[in-house]
Antibody
Framework: EVQLVESGGGSVQPGGSLRLSCAASGFTFRSSRMNWVRQAPGKGLEWVSYISSNTDTVDYADSVKGRFTISRDNGKNSLYLQMNSLRAEDTAVYYCAREATYHYYMDVWGKGTTVTVSS | EIVLMQSPGTLSLSPGERATLSCRAS???????LAWYQQKPGQAPRLLIYGASSRATGIPDRFSGSGSGTDFTLTISRLEPEDFAVYYC??????????FGQGTKLEIK
């Protein structure tokens, strides 16, 4: 079964850090381009970050640029999001999502992990 | 940066009716890069349509997508109770890599 499972969410104070993980199974992770997408409470979807299959290309939303770092370990079938200098507006459910091979949409999503930034 | 505007913000219809949801881009885009997702409360988004008009695997044929240039439409021909949800359009670009519309909530009238 094709599956993505996020972990690492939790509560943190403003200015703190968290590292999210996404474990992939059921498909060839090393060949897949991956993304993080978030959703603040009661709000719409916001794309956060992208990483190519071999890590040579990464991209970030302006709202997280310079604070978040996306990475992956193809040997462990895992995707990561290091989040530093967290702000209240980073509070959201964070989803990892696979980009369809040779296409431009996300065809597999995890269930999400919740990040709460509050003092 | 291309902006996607979805309308209406909320659409109130009854089961059996036809739903038409709009997604307008701030400049002309390739149809290949336009997708639609459905999201129900407490769930992850689900891919419905890609390449503006191709249905994803397992998506019922009452869902259809159309459009080109700046104007795209998601149509649900006859609403089933399980179709009431929030719908997002999404665009692939150079940077940012992806952009989402703000969503249309389809609610039961």
């Amino acid at each position: 079964e094709v599956q993505l499972v996020e972990s690492g969410g939790g509560s943190v104070q403003p200015g703190g850090s968290l590292r999210l993980s996404c474990a992939a199974s059921g498909f060839t992770f090393r060949s897949s381009r991956m993304n993080w997408v978030r959703q603040a409470p009661g709000k719409g979807l916001e794309w956060v970050s992208y990483i190519s299959s071999n890590t040579d290309t990464v991209d970030y939303a302006d709202s997280v640029k310079g604070r978040f770092t996306i990475s992956r370990d193809n040997g462990k079938n895992s995707l990561y999001l290091q989040m530093n200098s967290l702000r209240a507006e980073d509070t959201a459910v964070y989803y990892c999502a696979r980009e369809a091979t040779y296409h431009y949409y996300m065809d597999v999503w995890g269930k999400g992990t919740t990040v709460t930034v509050s003092s | 940066e291309i902006v996607l505007m979805q309308s209406p913000g909320t659409l109130s219809l009854s089961p059996g009716e036809r739903a038409t949801l709009s997604c307008r881009a701030s400049q002309s885009v390739s149809s290949n890069y336009l997708a639609w997702y459905q999201q129900k409360p407490g769930q992850a988004p689900r891919l419905l349509i890609y390449g503006a008009s191709s249905r994803a695997t397992g998506i019922p044929d009452r869902f259809s997508g159309s459009g080109s240039g700046t104007d795209f439409t998601l149509t649900i021909s006859r609403l089933e109770p399980e179709d009431f949800a929030v719908y997002y359009c999404q665009l692939y670009g150079s940077s940012p890599t992806y952009t989402f519309g703000q969503g249309t909530k389809l609610e039961i009238k």
